[in-house]
């Protein structure tokens, strides 16, 4: 994949990246918008991997560390550029962030419902775990 650049998005990509998750991303989030968004980058500015090629937007994934665990989210490619390595480039390049902040293993929250997702993960070596249940609380109306 010579031709793709994977770097970390700033302040200046936030709407691209919502227009763009608004095309490629699999469900929505309490945290997508400009607000959610900036908070992300501000706070990590290493978290959130964008993938360019030919000055296109064709990938993302948050690779969000917080000293403790390793979370992925919203890997997503580009409806037209799928099947082409994006995503596993995005994950390898989330991964190698992780190791360089001393993080071990790396969680991936996936709906049942996405069996392309798993055939994703699985083959980036990613195992299913099928004693944890997600328990949420919003904290805001
Ligand atoms: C899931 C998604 C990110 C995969 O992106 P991608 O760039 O097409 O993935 P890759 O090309 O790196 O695929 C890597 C491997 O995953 C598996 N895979 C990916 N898409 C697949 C599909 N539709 N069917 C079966 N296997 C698939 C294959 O093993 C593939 O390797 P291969 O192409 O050599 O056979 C993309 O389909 C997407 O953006 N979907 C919508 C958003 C989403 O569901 N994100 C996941 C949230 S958990």
């Given at each position: 994949?010579?031709d793709?650049?994977?770097r ?5 990509h ?6 763009f998750?608004?095309?490629a ?9 400009h607000d959610?968004?900036a ?6 500015p290493g978290?959130?991997l ?5 000055g296109?937007?064709v990938?993302?994934?948050i690779?969000g560390?917080d ?9 997503a490619v580009?409806?037209d ?5 994006i ?9 190698q ?6 993080g071990?293993r790396v ?6 419902a ?6 994703t993960?699985?083959?980036g070596?990613y ?7 997600r328990?949420?609380?919003?904290l805001?109306?």
């Open positions: 994949m010579s793709l650049h994977i970390c998005a700033d302040l200046t936030i709407d691209a990246v919502l227009r998750w608004h095309e991303a699999e469900g929505t989030s309490i945290s997508d918008d959610g968004v908070r992300l980058i501000s706070r990590d978290a959130l964008l993938a360019d090629r030919d296109r937007l990938g993302s994934v690779a560390f000293g403790w665990r390793c979370s992925v989210y919203r890997l580009h409806p550029c799928r099947r082409q390595g995503a596993t480039a995005l994950m390898e390049a989330a991964e962030r992780f190791l360089d902040l001393g071990r969680d991936a929250m996936v709906l049942e996405n069996e392309r997702a798993h055939h993960w699985a083959a070596g195992q299913r775990e099928d004693h944890w249940r328990w949420v609380k919003p805001t109306d």
